[in-house]
Nanobody, 122 residues
């Protein structure tokens, strides 16, 4: 099993940046595809980005390309999400997810964190 704990959320002004972290416990972190999703109030959860187990390949949602970067440090069992040029519509709970050997096109993840709130003020 994998346990995921997100951090780094908070209140930020529009135009600012945030770096979210997701720390994973358990073995074999480097065999897990990792992803970030977000859910805004009253909206469905949406995919943000994913990264392959090696970190060599990433997938970013089309609407967020150019503002979002996903990375991972397998030595630290941690995946990161850098979001720049934040907008009020980026306000959401951001959650990380893990699934062993999942393709980057998958949206089905076995393990989820509790999420971290990001609030962007105008």
């Amino acid at each position: 099993q994998v346990q995921l704990v997100e951090s780094g959320g908070g209140l930020v002004q529009a135009g600012g940046s945030l770096r979210l972290s997701c720390a994973a416990s358990g073995r074999s972190f480097s065999s897990y595809t990792m992803a970030w999703f977000r859910q805004a109030p009253g909206k469905e959860r949406e995919f943000v980005a994913a990264i392959s187990w090696s970190g060599g390949v990433t997938s970013i949602a089309d609407s967020k390309k150019g503002r979002v970067t996903i990375s991972r440090d397998n030595a630290k069992n941690t995946v990161y999400l850098q979001v720049n040029s934040l907008k009020p519509e980026d306000t959401a709970v951001y959650s990380c997810a893990a699934h062993r050997w999942a393709p980057l096109t998958s949206r089905q993840y076995a393990y989820w964190g509790q999420g971290t709130q990001v609030t962007v003020s105008s």
